[in-house]
């Protein structure tokens, strides 16, 4: 489903990302672990092209995403911010249509997919849909930034440390959600944390970077057996 190959990114002298080579299948759940600073968020954000690699390349479902139009990524890929990433001005109704408004869809179908989102989220429609961020709780925000991400029926669902402002039971809820959400919509997910527990939780496979370079990868049982 997707193909990282061979990818760097430089910025001046600092090597984000260097020479990684990574492979994510339908379906699977891949979750990129490593100290601040050492490239996962860069290596997340060249899936979508929020970043563009200075070599190598990406390939999702076949085609190098450096020749996708931004706008029809978006719509393959959804994608959750760091800490929810929401509008603070806007409605959550407004911040899941956001990708859909960009897509030019009728009002009436905009409409039914936000309400379908929220309820599969847990959040009553007509309750949550007219309320701006600050009066929704942290895991309220973060459900509205997953519906943000999924509003335009993506296979694809990257996520930059979307639990890292939860307090542990909400996080551990959030988890749980998560992992049924995927089974239920079959998504492909990678998702970059710094919490190992939560790698093991949600990651089929766990990718290690360190100073750019991707240390080891294998299934939680392989990460954790090795010294
Ligand atoms: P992580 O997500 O693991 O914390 P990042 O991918 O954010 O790491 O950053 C990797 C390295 O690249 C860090 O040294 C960071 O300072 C640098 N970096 C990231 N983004 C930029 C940028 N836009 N401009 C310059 N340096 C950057
Ligand atoms: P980070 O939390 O990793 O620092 P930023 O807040 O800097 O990320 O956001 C990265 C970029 O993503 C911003 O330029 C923002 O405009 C863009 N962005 C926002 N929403 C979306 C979306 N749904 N799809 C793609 N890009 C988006």
Redesign the pocket.
């Known amino acids: 489903m997707i193909a990282i190959e061979r990818l760097s990114k430089r910025y001046g002298e600092t090597a984000a990302v260097a020479d990684v080579s990574l492979e994510i299948a339908e379906g699977e759940s891949l979750a990129i672990v490593g100290s601040s600073g050492s490239g996962k968020?860069t290596l997340l954000k060249t899936i979508?092209r929020?970043v563009e690699p200075s070599a190598g390349r990406v390939v999702v479902d076949g085609e190098d995403v450096s020749t996708v139009a931004p706008h029809l990524l978006?719509r393959r890929i959804g994608?959750v911010?760091?800490g929810a990433?929401l509008f603070p001005h806007r409605t959550a109704f407004e911040n899941i249509s956001?990708?859909p408004r960009l897509l030019r869809w009728e009002e009436p179908r905009i409409r039914a997919r936000v309400d379908e989102l929220l309820t599969l989220l847990g959040l009553d429609p007509a309750t949550y849909g007219p309320r701006k961020p600050h009066e929704l709780s942290g895991g309220e925000q973060q459900r509205v930034g997953v519906a943000?991400?999924l509003a335009a029926e993506p296979r694809v669902l990257l996520m930059?440390e979307p639990f890292g402002a939860l307090d542990p039971a909400v996080r551990a809820k959030a988890q749980v959600d998560l992992a049924a959400l995927r089974k239920r919509l079959g998504l492909t997910i990678v998702l970059v944390t710094h919490d190992m527990d939560e790698a093991a939780r949600l990651g089929d496979r766990i990718a290690v970077m360190h100073r750019g370079r991707l240390l080891q990868q294998g299934t939680p049982a392989e990460i954790f057996s090795r010294p």
């Open positions: 968020s979508n929020l978006r994608y911010m760091q990433g956001t990708t943000r991400a930059d």
